[in-house]
């Protein structure tokens, strides 16, 4: 960090002369664990000094997914006389390979995409109730949405 700016430096960015500059320890929550830490405990991370110039900038993974074929909030219902259903599910905003969570629990991977649409993931749901559905990308990208089956 330069103390008179107090904005950030990665390393290889600094000043030819690094006179003057103190260095600064963070911890940060790892990338994959951002949907399960609460927003307050998330917000630590904002408060990191700003970066002194766009060309030091770390790359910061975006949460710009966007799961398509369920929206927040929906409430799914079985047909009569079956006990499950299937939605087909695809994610926005990412040609990486993506990993599919329902509870917490991975129940899918989709391989990264090769034309103009991601690859889609069939997922059966037979517990009635509430869930989420988390997708998260190679690069850590995420979407999370909740809904409710009955």
Known sequence: VNPTTRQRLRPGCAPTRTQGLTAVTYARWPTLLQPWVEAAQRSEVERLPVVASVACAHPVPQRSLRISGLEPGS?????????????????????????????????????????????????????????????????????QVTFSVH
């Open 75 to 143: 409430v799914l219902r079985t047909l009569p006389g079956k006990t499950e259903l299937t939605v087909q599910l695809h994610v926005l905003g990412t040609r990486e390979e993506v990993n599919w969570l329902l509870d917490g629990r991975l129940v899918g991977t989709t391989p990264a995409a090769s034309g103009a649409t991601s690859p889609a993931l069939r997922l059966t749901l037979k517990a009635p109730g509430p869930h989420a559905l988390t997708a998260m990308d190679a690069v850590g990208r995420y979407q």
